[in-house]
Structure formats: C-alpha cells, structure tokens
C-alpha cells in the first residue's frame, strides 16, 4: 500500500538556519503530494502541495519539489523564524480513481530558538 | 479560521458514557473526514463521508460511530470507549474526494478517556 516516510524528530535550530525535512513515499499510482503544518493546538493547515513530477509548491517561504525518480518531496526553507515552530506532515493522496484518501507521514516537530 | 469547526475543543468522559463530536464546515465542501491523531503515530483516518454517503470505513470499531446528515455537519458518536481511545479527533473536508484537491482540518477535539 502507499506510505510515507519523514525524517524523525524532534528538529531544533536557530533563528536564520537552513531547514530541510526530508519525506520519501511509495505509492503505486501517481500520487499528488503535501506538506500540512500543525501550530500547536490546532488542527493541521495545507502548508503546500505539488501534483505531478517536477512541480514545485511554495508558500510563505518554504518549497518542496517533486521528485519522480527519488521519490522525494523534501521540505526546504533558507532562514527560519521562531514561528515556524510546529510539527510538519508529508502526505500523498493516490489520483488513480475511487475516494483517494490521504496518507500521512507520522511528523516532525520543529522548535526554532531565537 | 479554516472554516472547519469542531466541538468540544476538549472531552473528558468515563468507558461507558455515551457522548457525539460535532464538526461543522463553512466552505462548501461535499467531502468530509474523521482523524485519529495519536501521540507518535501518523494521522488514522477513520471515516470519508462523500456527499452524506460513507465511501470509506479503515476498520474502525463499532464503538465509534459516524453520522452525516448533511453536507455541512459531521458527527462522530462515541460509546464504552476504552482508555487507548484517548487522542486528538480531527475534521476535515474537502471539495470533493480528488486527489488534487487539499483537505481543509478543524482544531480537534482532544479526548480523555478515565
């Protein structure tokens, strides 16, 4: 069945890093792939999202590319901020027919220092 | 504001009380969720609603137990829950159950079972 692999936590860095949250999948169709983000407590927001090989979704600094022949979708941004502390879900949804449901990785917290 | 409401934000309730969580959504939305969200587990999902017809059930016990009278509302009734039952209960929905299409999640419900 499809999965989703992200790299474990918990991640801590300081103000102005570099971040990069690593997420492989398997899937057997053609997945579309996201990055949720959960504040906490709060529910799970679409950070961004990529729906065929190559695509690059971007928001509020952060991108992920998709990557057909790795099987990646790798989270980057260049400089964190304190805010950006959360836990981040990888997640695909299958597009070959049916109720495709979400699968997700099982995230990674994030704590920036100032 | 997501446009996805949950209620209560926080349950506490004995193994054999008999209490409902209440999702609401003000987008529009046909499609809609029920997520178990476990410490250091991914995201279960538990239950797809598609417009008011159950499309998707993951083997959830039968002391959970999902109603959707219409496309806005979503109910998730509970009864002699046990203690590993204790989490944080996600809604979510979507336009409809495509692949490209992102869901949109409410806080949670987060539940204690004594």
């Known amino acids: 069945g499809d999965s989703v692999t992200q790299m474990e936590g918990p991640v801590t860095l300081s103000e102005e890093a570099f971040l990069t949250i690593n997420c492989t999948y398997t899937a057997t169709g053609y997945p579309s792939l996201f990055w949720y983000v959960q504040y906490p407590g709060e529910g799970l927001q679409l950070l961004l999202k990529a729906t065929k090989a190559d695509d690059k979704g971007s928001n509020k600094g952060f991108e992920a590319t998709y990557r057909k022949e790795t099987t990646s979708f790798h989270l980057e941004k260049g400089s964190v901020q304190v805010s950006d502390s959360a836990v981040y879900f990888c997640?695909?949804?299958?597009?070959?027919?049916?109720?495709?449901?979400?699968?997700f990785g099982q995230g990674t917290r994030l704590t920036i220092n100032p | 504001e997501t446009g996805v409401t949950q209620t209560p934000r926080h349950l506490v309730m004995g193994m054999t009380n008999k209490k409902s969580l209440k999702c609401e959504q003000h987008?529009?939305?046909?499609?809609m969720y029920w997520y178990k969200q476990s410490a250091k587990k991914p995201l279960e999902l538990m239950f797809v609603?598609?417009?008011?017809?159950?499309?998707e059930n993951n083997s959830v016990p039968s002391r959970f137990s999902p109603e959707c009278p219409n496309s806005s509302h979503l109910f998730l009734h509970l009864h002699t829950l046990q203690p590993e039952d204790s989490a944080l209960y996600l809604c979510?929905?979507?336009?409809?159950?495509?692949?490209?299409?992102?869901?949109?999640f409410g806080d949670g419900t987060r539940l204690s079972i004594l």
């Open positions: 987008l529009g939305h046909n499609a």
């Open positions: 979510a929905s979507s336009p409809g159950t495509g692949g490209n299409q992102p869901q949109h």
């Open positions: 997640a695909l949804r299958d597009n070959s027919g049916g109720a495709q449901k979400l699968v």
């Open positions: 609603y598609s417009l008011e017809e159950r499309v």
